[in-house]
Nanobody, 123 residues
Framework: VQLQASGGGLVQAGGSLRLSCAASGGSFNSVSVGWFRQAPGKEREFVAAINWRDGYTYYSDSLKGRFTISRDNAKNTAYLRIDSLKPEDTAVYYC?????????????????WGQGTQVTVSS
Protein backbone atom coordinates (compact mmCIF):
# COMPACT_ATOMS: atom_id res chain seq x y z
CA VAL A 1 0.00 0.00 0.00
CA GLN A 2 1.32 3.42 -0.97
CA LEU A 3 -0.17 6.54 0.58
CA GLN A 4 0.04 10.11 -0.69
CA ALA A 5 -1.11 12.90 1.62
CA SER A 6 -1.98 16.33 0.28
CA GLY A 7 -4.15 19.35 0.93
CA GLY A 8 -2.15 21.17 3.58
CA GLY A 9 -1.30 24.84 3.43
CA LEU A 10 -1.30 28.17 5.21
CA VAL A 11 -4.71 29.20 6.50
CA GLN A 12 -6.06 31.79 8.87
CA ALA A 13 -7.50 30.83 12.20
CA GLY A 14 -11.17 29.99 11.89
CA GLY A 15 -10.82 28.59 8.40
CA SER A 16 -11.17 25.03 7.17
CA LEU A 17 -9.05 22.55 5.30
CA ARG A 18 -9.65 19.17 3.78
CA LEU A 19 -6.65 16.88 3.67
CA SER A 20 -6.55 13.97 1.28
CA CYS A 21 -4.81 10.62 1.50
CA ALA A 22 -4.71 8.80 -1.82
CA ALA A 23 -4.00 5.08 -1.55
CA SER A 24 -2.78 2.71 -4.20
CA GLY A 25 -1.71 -0.90 -4.44
CA GLY A 26 -3.27 -3.89 -2.73
CA SER A 27 -6.76 -4.51 -1.37
CA PHE A 28 -8.24 -2.13 1.14
CA ASN A 29 -11.20 -4.11 2.40
CA SER A 30 -9.57 -4.95 5.71
CA VAL A 31 -7.59 -1.74 6.06
CA SER A 32 -8.02 1.01 8.58
CA VAL A 33 -6.70 4.44 7.68
CA GLY A 34 -5.63 6.82 10.37
CA TRP A 35 -4.57 10.43 10.53
CA PHE A 36 -1.85 11.59 12.88
CA ARG A 37 -0.20 14.92 13.37
CA GLN A 38 3.10 16.12 14.75
CA ALA A 39 3.77 19.67 15.80
CA PRO A 40 7.32 21.00 16.17
CA GLY A 41 8.88 19.76 19.36
CA LYS A 42 5.92 17.55 20.20
CA GLU A 43 5.16 13.86 19.94
CA ARG A 44 3.08 12.44 17.16
CA GLU A 45 -0.62 12.57 18.03
CA PHE A 46 -3.48 10.41 16.85
CA VAL A 47 -6.33 12.37 15.28
CA ALA A 48 -8.86 9.97 13.72
CA ALA A 49 -9.26 6.66 11.93
CA ILE A 50 -11.72 5.10 9.53
CA ASN A 51 -12.47 1.52 8.59
CA TRP A 52 -12.19 1.28 4.84
CA ARG A 53 -14.84 -1.38 4.33
CA ASP A 54 -17.54 -0.32 6.78
CA GLY A 55 -16.84 3.39 7.20
CA TYR A 56 -16.67 3.15 10.98
CA THR A 57 -14.87 6.13 12.45
CA TYR A 58 -12.96 6.76 15.64
CA TYR A 59 -11.66 10.07 16.95
CA SER A 60 -9.25 11.25 19.54
CA ASP A 61 -11.30 12.33 22.56
CA SER A 62 -9.31 15.52 22.89
CA LEU A 63 -9.80 16.51 19.25
CA LYS A 64 -13.33 15.31 18.63
CA GLY A 65 -15.67 17.92 17.21
CA ARG A 66 -13.64 19.89 14.67
CA PHE A 67 -12.22 16.95 12.75
CA THR A 68 -14.14 14.77 10.34
CA ILE A 69 -12.68 11.70 8.67
CA SER A 70 -14.26 10.17 5.61
CA ARG A 71 -13.36 8.06 2.61
CA ASP A 72 -14.30 7.63 -1.00
CA ASN A 73 -13.94 3.99 -1.92
CA ALA A 74 -14.18 4.66 -5.63
CA LYS A 75 -11.25 7.06 -5.48
CA ASN A 76 -9.28 5.05 -2.91
CA THR A 77 -8.94 8.26 -0.96
CA ALA A 78 -9.43 9.11 2.69
CA TYR A 79 -10.08 12.65 3.84
CA LEU A 80 -9.65 14.66 7.00
CA ARG A 81 -11.62 17.86 7.24
CA ILE A 82 -10.57 20.33 9.88
CA ASP A 83 -12.97 23.13 10.79
CA SER A 84 -12.48 26.20 12.96
CA LEU A 85 -8.73 25.91 12.61
CA LYS A 86 -6.61 27.14 15.50
CA PRO A 87 -2.92 28.06 15.59
CA GLU A 88 -2.35 25.00 17.77
CA ASP A 89 -3.48 22.83 14.85
CA THR A 90 -0.23 23.75 13.11
CA ALA A 91 1.56 20.48 12.43
CA VAL A 92 2.57 18.01 9.79
CA TYR A 93 -0.38 15.72 9.18
CA TYR A 94 0.27 12.13 8.22
CA CYS A 95 -2.02 9.41 6.98
CA UNK A 96 -1.28 5.80 7.70
CA UNK A 97 -2.81 2.40 7.06
CA UNK A 98 -3.01 -0.79 9.05
CA UNK A 99 -4.89 -4.05 8.96
CA UNK A 100 -7.78 -4.56 11.33
CA UNK A 101 -9.85 -2.27 13.51
CA UNK A 102 -7.86 -2.23 16.73
CA UNK A 103 -4.95 -0.36 18.22
CA UNK A 104 -5.92 2.64 16.16
CA UNK A 105 -4.33 5.32 18.30
CA UNK A 106 -0.85 3.81 18.33
CA UNK A 107 1.33 4.88 15.45
CA UNK A 108 3.62 1.90 15.62
CA UNK A 109 0.65 -0.35 14.78
CA UNK A 110 0.47 1.18 11.31
CA UNK A 111 2.63 -0.42 8.67
CA UNK A 112 2.17 2.11 5.91
CA TRP A 113 2.67 5.86 6.07
CA GLY A 114 2.29 8.76 3.70
CA GLN A 115 4.87 11.50 3.50
CA GLY A 116 2.89 14.09 5.46
CA THR A 117 1.38 17.42 4.55
CA GLN A 118 2.10 20.67 6.40
CA VAL A 119 -0.75 22.62 7.93
CA THR A 120 0.06 26.09 9.22
CA VAL A 121 -2.58 28.19 10.92
CA SER A 122 -1.96 31.89 11.36
CA SER A 123 -3.61 33.88 14.13
Amino acid sequence: VQLQASGGGLVQAGGSLRLSCAASGGSFNSVSVGWFRQAPGKEREFVAAINWRDGYTYYSDSLKGRFTISRDNAKNTAYLRIDSLKPEDTAVYYCAAKSGWYGLTIGSNYGYWGQGTQVTVSS
